[in-house]
């Protein structure tokens, strides 16, 4: 079920989404974001984040704005005040099984699945809904315009790197501890050197199977 009210403009304030939504007397209001499409290897991470209303953000923004410092302070504010957070995966063999589009959905809504406190809505960042029953906005560039998008995104963020960090561990020679899996020239020479490894998404462009 989608939720129809007026968009917001970047200038708006960071709570006006929420705020729309608990006028309708829909609160808690869990906001809903994912990290890790556009990457080669690893998998796509989702995050939902129920905020108290009203929480002063702090600084909350989008994370790719942020520096890991910043993220990493955030995240921990957020996890310490949030109503609920919740952080779900999906690995790469279902991304190459099906695709980056359905399985960062599906990401989505176990993230959502898994909140202590169930949602009476949801703030979904980008233009395309989530396969659930709870009343839900779409909300294009969510993660500059809400609070709680924002917030989601931060921690999905955090989780993500430091889940590609441990994995350069396991596969020192990608260096996915620097670029996290994304499609930079560093780690786009080492797939040519080395191929694939068990993380790597086999069906992206790029990837190349020796």
């Known amino acids: 079920m989608s939720l129809l009210f007026p968009g917001t403009s970047p200038g708006a304030s960071m709570w006006l989404h929420e705020s729309l939504l608990a006028d309708q007397g829909l609160w808690p209001v869990a906001g809903v974001d994912e990290v890790g499409r556009g990457c080669l290897a690893g ?19 989008d994370s790719k704005t942020l520096s890991p410092r910043e993220r990493s302070r955030l995240d921990i504010l957020i996890r310490k005040r949030a109503v609920a957070v919740a952080v779900a995966e999906v690995g790469s063999r279902e991304i190459d099984s099906t695709n980056i589009l359905k399985a960062s959905l599906k990401a989505m809504k176990f993230a ?24 839900q906005k779409t909300v294009i560039h969510g993660d500059s315009i809400s609070c709680s998008i924002a917030a989601a995104s ?57």
């Open 154 to 210: 931060i921690v999905a963020k955090v989780y993500r790197d430091r889940l590609m960090e441990n994995f350069s561990a396991e596969f020192p020679q990608y260096n996915f501890e620097k670029h996290k899996g994304y499609a930079t020239q560093e780690h786009r020479n080492a797939l040519k050197h080395f191929g694939p490894c068990a993380i790597h998404r086999r069906s992206f462009k790029g990837v190349c199977c020796r």
């Open 43 to 61: 998998p796509v991470v989702a995050a939902a984040v129920i905020l108290p209303h009203n929480l002063e953000k702090e600084g909350v923004a």
């Open 112 to 135: 959502v699945d898994a909140l202590s406190v169930r949602p009476r809505a949801i703030l979904v960042d980008g233009n395309q809904p989530i396969p659930h029953t709870i009343p």
